[in-house]
T-cell receptor
Framework: DGGITQSPKYLFRKEGQNVTLSCEQN?????MYWYRQDPGQGLRLIYY???????QKGDIAEGYSVSREKKESFPLTVTSAQKNPTAFYLC?????????????FGPGTRLTVT | AQTVTQSQPEMSVQEAETVTLSCTYD???????LFWYKQPPSRQMILVIR??????QNATENRFSVNFQKAAKSFSLKISDSQLGDAAMYFC?????????????FGTGTRLTIIP
């Protein structure tokens, strides 16, 4: 089955530690995205990547970093510089060209930092 | 900058009845896409329906339909014959153009409760 996997589903870290969230897709999509979801705020874009070895900052990139070494993978690192890292993180992907431009979402990772 | 506004934080509807969720957006673009996503308790985002701005005809997917008013920048979602499985957060989203990989801009969501 084609889709997006995010692991783990729940992640706990102590303040001051960097943590990397995994996102893998087997949909052969060129573009991948990371969103953050907080209560009452909808989804906000952190980073996105259109092709391998290229990525762009979204609206709330500070304190985060990404890499895109493979088409299938787009890991997100939450660094200790991120002031409020506890949130629900969603990864998505889409094709580059086509009629719908639908973004497909993974199941998400809930990160708790204490 | 584009903004999407959902003014109803919570809505409830009796099972089998019809409910309409509101969404307004602000843009200076003429070519864009609008989406409604559903997020059930599992938190997986699921696309419900999409509307291309250049199409005058309102999109329909089974029990889900939209009322797209381009001049008013309004994009409401109507759910007919509501079912218990429709209970979820619903997010309206905007995407600027048909080329490249423009980001989605989301509203803050409407929590829909289905009353048995």
């Amino acid at each position: 089955d084609g889709g997006i996997t995010q692991s783990p589903k729940y992640l706990f870290r102590k303040e001051g530690q960097n943590v990397t969230l995994s996102c893998e897709q087997n949909l052969n999509h060129d573009a991948m995205y990371w969103y953050r979801q907080d209560p009452g705020q909808g989804l906000r874009l952190i980073y996105y990547s259109q092709i391998v070895n290229d990525f762009q900052k979204g609206d709330i990139a500070e304190g985060y970093s990404v890499s895109r070494e493979k088409k299938e993978s787009f890991p997100l690192t939450v660094t200790s510089a991120q002031k409020n890292p506890t949130a629900f993180y969603l990864c998505a992907s889409s094709i580059v060209a086509g009629s719908s431009y639908e973004q497909y979402f993974g199941p998400g990772t809930r990160l708790t930092v204490t | 900058a584009q903004t999407v506004t959902q003014s109803q934080p919570e809505m409830s509807v009796q099972e089998a009845e019809t409910v309409t969720l509101s969404c307004t957006y602000d843009t200076s673009e003429s070519d864009y896409y609008l989406f409604w996503y559903k997020q059930p308790p599992s938190r997986q985002m699921i696309l419900v329906i999409r509307q291309e701005a250049y199409k005058q005809q309102n999109a329909t997917e089974n029990r889900f339909s939209v009322n797209f008013q381009k001049a008013a920048k309004s994009f409401s979602l109507k759910i007919s014959d509501s079912q218990l499985g429709d209970a979820a957060m619903y997010f309206c989203a905007y995407r600027r153009s048909n080329f490249g990989n423009e980001k989605l801009t989301f509203g803050t969501g409407t929590r829909l409760t289905i009353i048995p």
